[in-house]
């Protein structure tokens, strides 16, 4: 199988909904490693993994879950992509999960052909919301409780339609639930701009953002190659490779939901307004 990395277009222009792009590798899913295998537990025999130079599809990651959609070639053979995730062998692979509109193996794509790839477009808008919104809150609970929390620390998020929260370490009590909704609030209101960036260790280190620099290793970002990191203007900088609402406002109706507290850590979640 090829080990050459998928160029991440969404992460350069995530207006994006559709592109062109070159099958690299077709895969039957019972052909897959079995670490790959187990990223689709829905797999059967039916099913492929198509591989392309390029990507509008989001793999699930970083709390987002992937997008969804087709893929088309000249012909008019359809993959419909239902599931989207990096390779657990090849580094910086993207893996499109999915099955044809054909049951004969000899009407799939061909390695080298170009195809239109096509996002859901409804499902990206959620996600991206949902994902800015996650960062609002995060923005909100650090603006008004670093100093006020022992050990405070924001650790993880899903940016899920049904599960959304955000993680902090230390203890959060149920009194802060109003303060926190009127920062998302007031944030949301503002409109901040929310731009995409690329920084190296240094831009990091010199913003006094240290605490920020990801593992490059954990991120999967190549030797040589800056880390993509998502500043919601006048509130807050994330490392980030999600997909995101260009302001605020654009999150919509934002609601924090409860705050929960287990083992010295906190959960806050979220909800964004159908």
């Avoid at 797999?43 to 987002?64: K, L, N, R, S, Y």
Wanted: charged share 25%; with cysteine.
């Amino acid at each position: 199988m090829t080990s050459v990395r998928t160029f991440l277009a969404f992460q350069h222009n995530a207006k994006l909904h559709n592109l062109q792009t070159i099958v690299r590798a077709i895969h039957p899913f019972p052909a897959l490693e079995d670490s790959n295998r187990q990223l689709f537990k829905q797999g059967t025999d039916a099913d492929h993994v198509v591989i392309t130079e390029q990507t509008i599809f989001h793999p699930q990651g970083g709390g987002q879950p992937s997008d969804e959609g087709t893929m088309t070639n000249a012909s008019g053979v359809t993959f419909t992509v239902a599931a989207v995730r990096m390779d657990a062998v090849r580094e910086g692979q993207v893996l499109h999960f999915g099955r044809f509109n054909t049951a004969s193996a000899s009407t799939v794509f061909s390695e080298g052909e170009t195809v239109e790839q096509a996002i859901d477009a409804d499902k990206r808008l959620l996600y991206s919301r949902l994902h800015t919104a996650g960062h609002v809150l995060g923005a909100a609970v650090r603006h008004l409780l670093e100093k006020e929390v022992e050990g405070f620390d924001e650790l993880k998020a899903s940016h899920f339609p049904d599960a959304a929260a955000c993680e902090f370490q230390g203890v959060i009590d149920g009194k802060w639930k109003d303060p926190i909704q009127q920062k998302v609030n007031e944030f949301i209101a503002a409109r901040l701009p929310v731009e995409v960036e690329w920084w190296d260790e240094e831009d990091f280190r010199k913003r006094g953002l240290e605490r920020l620099l990801p593992d490059r290793d954990v991120v999967a970002v190549a030797p040589g190659e800056k880390f993509r990191v998502v500043n919601i203007v006048g509130a807050e900088v994330y490392p980030c490779g999600g997909t995101h609402v260009d302001t605020t406002d654009l999150c919509g109706l934002t609601t924090v939901r409860k705050i929960t507290r287990k083992a010295g850590r906190s959960k806050v979640s979220y909800t964004v307004a159908d």
